[in-house]
């Protein structure tokens, strides 16, 4: 089963908007499945707010955008990793590659 990547983000930030048009390439192009949630959207946000909430119990420190890379997050949810805040494109690349590698996991 692929790591699934997380993005938390909210409709009036720009830098995610901004990211949003590679961040969901990169990831699948990592072998990664990717689920947006935009906080605005009550639905979806109470589905993962759980996975969020186990990171930053009271969301102080999470960044805009906050990727939480995690393991069955329709089930028993682990966290293995997460990318926080924009970055280029290579740059988001290299995170979240990063966070496969220190799995162990192979993706392929």
Known sequence: MPLTVIKFSSEDCGLCHKMSFYDQKVAE??????????????????????????????????GWPTYIICDSPEEEFQIVGEVKGG????????????????????QN
Do not use: C, W
């Open 29 to 62: 192009e990592l072998g990664l499945q990717f689920i947006d949630v935009k906080m605005q959207d009550t639905a979806m946000y109470r589905k993962y707010r759980q996975i969020l909430l186990a990171q930053y119990p009271d969301k102080s420190e999470m």
């Open 87 to 106: 970055h280029p494109k290579g740059e988001f690349r290299n995170r979240l590659q990063a966070v496969v590698d220190s799995t162990g996991v192979s």
